[in-house]
């Protein structure tokens, strides 16, 4: 059974890529996009200019642990696609979720915390 929670179909993609809100940081690039439903969905994705396929499976992984520990924060019913710059390389955890946290105050999906 598919995760309904991950973000798949292509035109879903090109929705939020071409009416969606982008904001950039440091280290990651955020796309965001109205979904209607009670869900937020997710796509981690990184190029191949961030490296070799260790280097892209690490920076997906840091950007989803970052996401996993700021979840409860964010706004329902949003379709978000994190996507990673080539300078996360060689980043620890803590500096990435900064930078997600950062790019999602700024389009406005991140509650701030107290």
């Known amino acids: ?3 309904e929670k991950v973000l798949r179909n292509k035109t ?6 071409k009416q969606g809100k982008s904001v950039g940081d440091k280290y990651v690039v955020v796309f965001v996009r109205p979904n209607g439903k009670e869900i937020v969905r997710t796509a981690f994705l ?3 200019k961030v490296g070799n396929s260790v280097e892209r499976n690490r920076a997906r992984r840091l950007m989803k642990e970052s996401y996993r ?3 409860a924060d ?3 019913g949003v379709d978000v696609v994190f996507i990673a710059r080539n300078t996360i390389k060689d980043k620890k955890q803590k500096e ?3 930078s997600m946290n950062a790019a999602l105050t700024k389009v406005g999906i991140l509650y701030k915390k107290k």
Request: glycine share 0%.
């Open 1 to 3: 059974m598919l995760n």
């Open 12 to 17: 879903d993609f090109d929705k939020l890529y």
């Open 46 to 48: 990184a190029s191949k």
């Open 69 to 71: 520990l700021s979840l």
């Open 74 to 76: 964010v706004l329902k």
């Open 96 to 98: 990435v979720e900064r």
